[in-house]
């Protein structure tokens, strides 16, 4: 039932056999993430995203004869720390073998990547739907292991048959390709996935997966189990490529689970008739379109590479990688809900930002000691903010410890939350602190005396609000509230309206 709801990316017919549970859509993702590391897999050559083609290369990534590889020790760092935060088993021997094929992009005809001794085994990601979407379901991961990019083919699309051109850059790169099981069943759970893998890989700082310089990268594999009689048949399998956003990935695995079943309809056909295809997501026209036959592992001819020693990972080692990784998200999330109070929806929006704006969050919960006063202030003011300007927190112009100078005041009743956004917008327009930003706005504290005859002249000139306060009408006291701001805007509207109804003892 509760997939009808979650997959608007579905033509009418799949949403209605999979609402009949006549089909379950079946998708296993694989993620190519680049690790954060200065230099390469193999050599000192930089990774650092925009320099002219060819600059960042050398005998060893470009696998010129002779030339001989040296293992990065960050990117096994990285990998291991990626595979804790997975839940993945840390393999304590693993190695390097040469995956072979041609490509323009890989001129040196292989690919050092890792075959039967990946560096992480299996593990599992939690994912839950931030809306309900979903029912809460575990993703396990079939392995992670580490192997270096290819270059980049540029090709002349102007159509007057221009040459096309290669870019080395990349090779030689960090990958670290994340594999899960088929165990997602809908494109709102992949997606589901990937945004939460991306914000674990970031949380734990091994990669920046910046989707447009190629950071982060995902195939994804589908295909359906359709009800026949009492059977189960399985359509063939289709590997869909150039998902360049979580989005784009979300409608490709929509339309392909609709395209197989419609074609399926048409030849009957099942994955013991036709082998693993691959297509591609075309974005333009929303539709995937037939690619090369897919290459079965055999045809790699993979074997041990014979530059390269095996790596023995010592216990000690994944031990003190473990102390590194701080919370992870879902902890943040608990922690949020648990300890501040957020609800889960808030606490979701929050960690989604990523772990700065939580820790500003933190800063101000804590240090004004009102955590639902901070959410709501980090939540709407800090986070539209951000959304309008495109800026990260640390380009947010007030300082968490700002941030909790006013919401002091606020809760100290100095300031009501009207005049409290007043002079959080000066504190941005002007660049100015708290203090400076109350002077320019003319507010000042306003002792009791001045408040109580405030309050006299309006109870003597209000005589029929009075009345009506009096015969039970207490929304009535609100007309007095907003003649207190034109008498007095610095006097405090609760305080205003607290005094005035202990003076005529109502
Ligand atoms: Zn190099």
């Not at 949403?15 to 009949?20: F, I, L, M, Q, Y």
């Not at 870019?167 to 960090?174: C, F, I, M, S, V």
């Not at 195939?219 to 998902?243: Q, Y």
């Not at 609800?343 to 004004?368: I, R, S, T």
């Amino acid at each position: 039932m509760s997939e009808t709801f979650t997959s608007p990316q579905f033509d009418q017919a799949t949403r209605d056999a999979v609402s009949n549970d006549d089909v379950t859509v079946i998708i296993g993702l694989e993620v190519h993430v680049q690790l954060d590391t200065e230099s390469k897999l193999f050599c000192g050559c930089s990774t650092e995203f925009g320099a002219p083609p060819n600059t960042q290369t050398c005998a060893v990534c470009t696998g010129m004869p002779g030339s001989l590889p040296v293992i990065n020790e960050r990117a096994l760092q990285l990998s291991i720390k990626t595979g804790l935060a997975l839940n993945c088993e840390i393999a304590r021997y693993t190695k390097w073998d040469r995956k072979n094929y041609f490509y323009p992009d890989l001129p040196k005809g292989y690919q050092i990547s890792q075959f039967d001794k990946p560096i992480c085994g299996q593990g599992y990601l939690d994912i839950t739907a931030p809306k309900g979407e979903f029912e809460p379901r575990r993703v396990e991961l079939e392995r992670a292991h580490l192997e270096e990019d290819a270059g980049k083919s540029m090709h002349d699309e102007s159509q007057r048959g221009g040459n096309s051109k290669i870019d080395l850059n990349r090779t030689g790169t960090p990958l670290l390709e994340i594999v899960t099981k088929p165990d997602m069943r809908s494109p709102a759970e992949a997606r589901a996935f990937l945004t939460e893998l991306k914000l674990i890989l970031t949380y734990i700082g091994v990669s920046d997966c910046n989707m447009q310089h190629g950071n982060l990268r995902c195939d994804g594999n589908v295909n359906l189990h359709i009800k026949v009689g009492g059977e189960k048949i399985a359509t063939p399998i289709v590997e869909i490529k150039n998902m360049n956003s979580f989005r784009a990935a979300e409608r490709a695995l929509g339309y392909e689970a609709g395209r197989q079943l419609k074609l399926w309809k048409q030849n009957g056909k099942t994955i013991a008739d036709a082998p693993k295809q691959t297509r591609g997501w075309n974005d333009a026209d929303q539709v995937t379109t037939p690619q090369r036959e897919k290459e079965e592992s055999a045809d790699y001819r993979y074997f041990p590479d014979p530059d390269l020693i095996a790596v023995t990972i010592e216990e000690s080692e994944i031990e003190s990688i473990k102390k590194e990784i701080g919370r992870l998200p879902a902890q943040w999330r608990e922690l949020l809900i648990k300890e501040h109070g957020l609800k889960p929806y808030d606490a979701g929006v929050m960690v989604g930002q990523g772990a700065e704006v939580v820790e500003y969050f933190l800063v101000v919960a804590q240090g004004c000691g009102n955590s639902k006063m901070a959410s709501n202030w980090v939540g709407q003011e800090v986070l539209r903010f951000l959304n309008e300007s495109g800026e990260a927190i640390d380009a947010y112009p007030v300082s968490a410890d700002q941030m909790t100078e006013l919401l002091t005041k606020v809760n100290a009743g100095e300031l009501d939350q009207t005049r409290a956004k007043e002079v959080l917008q000066e504190m941005i327009d002007s660049k100015i602190e708290v203090q400076a930003a109350m002077d320019k706005l003319g507010i000042k504290a306003v002792d009791n005396s001045e408040i109580e005859s405030l309050c006299r002249q309006l109870i003597d000139e209000n005589p029929d609000v009075i009345q009506q306060i009096k015969d039970g009408n207490g929304k009535a006291v609100g007309a007095l509230i907003g003649k207190s701001r034109k008498l007095n805007p610095n006097a405090n509207p609760g305080l205003v309206k607290d005094t005035i109804l202990k003076m005529i003892g109502a």
